[in-house]
């Protein structure tokens, strides 16, 4: 197998073993993988589409990304947590904790690998629809065993397959502004002028730039909340890039139909409590490829394997978001000030993963010195009935992902 140049405005070729809709982080990476063992095709609708991301990655995704550090533009050490009614939170640790990139590089670099990897690659063509064992395009169709869908979080190859959509789905609206914040954290906002549900975020970019954004479930509040947002930190300070896109919350009950699969957003493979996407939807990729070129009667075994990865981090996430969007206004205000100069929060700085938050919880569980520190909370949250009203849904949804 050779290595292809970008041939858009070419008919795509006529055949191929696997065929990837969608040339995000996904679609390269899987496709690349797929490569390995399989012809493999890659086409993508807008090669050169604006980046929706603040480009934060944990250590584990910045490794399961192969991302060298030269593409790093800040190093986070922790994150400040701003409640309603000026309640904070510092968790801050000694150790990197995460990393912030520029996602248009990093794009570019998971494409290049992909043509390296001997992917033909197809920009500016179009998906526009599939049957089993063929793909129709906006240049011709492709006859492929396998179709992968890396096409997003409002997935055409899904619908056009009858596979169900991610269950939720968060507006992200997000501004570039030229000021400097804290440089090695990252500031969470919550509550307060933003309603439940809703939560914002700034991020540095270096060169003295912000990122700022607010994921809502009710799209047409963003523009207002994430102006108030960025006037309320960033006042006087020019924007110099606006982009907005859907972040999915959960995953579908079914990511593989015959010969075809999901990955990526398009799967819902997201962290529910952030997000952030390119860490699950990394390691969702490389299976999705290696089941990919092993060819359709393989698919079933991407189905088990991503979910035996990452089913319970999803649930997990998804139960903590539940319970967050749960908490009254004075909730989450007494939680924010119970914890802060806790031995809680130093743990929470010091051990906390943004990538697998779920196994910090275990690891609390096994340390009673920690428990003592957590009972103000009972009273915050008016008792041991709430509490348990509260933390059940953190069981009850464990293998539901
Ligand atoms: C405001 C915002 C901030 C975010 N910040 C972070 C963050 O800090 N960290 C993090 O990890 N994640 C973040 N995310 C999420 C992250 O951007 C996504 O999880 C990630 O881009 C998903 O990659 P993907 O390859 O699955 O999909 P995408 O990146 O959406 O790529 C899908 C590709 O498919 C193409 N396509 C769609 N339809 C067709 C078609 N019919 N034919 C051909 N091509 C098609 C599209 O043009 C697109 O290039 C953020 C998201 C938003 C909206």
Redesign the pocket.
């Known amino acids: 197998m050779t290595g292809h140049a970008d041939r858009g405005g070419d008919d795509v070729p006529a055949r191929a073993d696997v065929v990837v809709?969608?040339?995000?982080?996904?679609?390269t990476l899987a496709a690349a993988a797929a490569a390995a063992n399989a012809h493999t095709v890659l086409?993508?609708?807008?090669p050169n589409?604006p980046v929706?991301?603040?480009?934060?990655?944990g250590p584990q995704g910045m490794k399961a990304l192969e991302l060298p550090q030269g593409h790093v533009v800040a190093e986070i050490r922790g994150v400040e947590v701003y409640g309603p009614r000026g309640s904070r939170l510092e968790l801050v640790s000694s150790k990197p904790k995460g990393f912030v990139v520029d996602r248009g590089s990093l794009d570019q670099l998971l494409l290049q690998r992909a043509r390296a990897a001997g992917v033909d690659v197809r920009a500016g063509?179009?998906?526009t629809g599939w049957e089993p064992g063929r793909l129709f395009t906006t240049r011709g169709v492709v006859e492929a065993p396998v179709i992968v869908g890396?096409?997003?979080p409002r997935s055409?190859v899904a619908r056009w397959g009858g596979l169900p959509p991610p269950p939720r789905l968060l507006v992200?609206?997000?501004h570039v502004v030229i000021a400097d914040g804290p440089q090695d954290r990252v500031e969470l906002f919550v509550g307060g002028e933003l309603p439940s549900g809703c939560f914002g975020w700034t991020v540095p970019a270096g060169s003295g730039r912000s990122r700022v954004?607010v994921a809502t479930p009710r799209g047409r509040e963003g523009p207002g909340l994430l102006q108030r947002l960025v006037d309320r930190r960033f006042p006087d300070a020019p924007t110099v890039d606006r982009?907005a896109?859907?972040?999915p919350v959960g995953v579908p009950d079914k990511t593989v139909g015959p010969g075809v699969l999901l990955v990526?957003?398009?799967a819902g493979q997201?962290k529910p409590l952030s997000?952030?996407?390119?860490?699950y939807?990394a390691i969702c990729a490389r299976l999705a490829g290696q089941c990919a070129a092993r060819g359709p009667d393989h698919l079933g075994e991407y189905e088990r394997r991503w979910r035996e990865e990452l089913g319970e981090e999803i649930s997990f996430g998804l139960a903590v978001r539940r319970l967050v969007e749960d908490l009254s206004e004075e909730e989450l205000v007494g939680v924010l000030s119970v914890l802060c100069g806790t031995r809680v929060a130093s743990f929470l700085a010091q051990e906390g993963d943004i990538d697998r938050p779920g196994a910090l919880l275990e690891e609390m569980l096994r340390r009673p010195s920690l428990w003592a520190e957590g009972l103000p909370l009972f009273s915050v949250l008016g008792g041991w009935k709430r509490v348990h009203e509260l933390v059940s849904g953190l069981r009850s949804p464990w293998d539901k992902a």
């Open positions: 809709v969608g040339g995000g982080p996904a679609g086409i993508e609708r807008a589409r929706r991301c603040a480009g934060l990655i063509v179009a998906a890396a096409d997003g055409g992200g609206l997000q954004g982009t896109g859907l972040i990526g957003d398009a997201v997000g952030g996407g390119l860490y939807g």
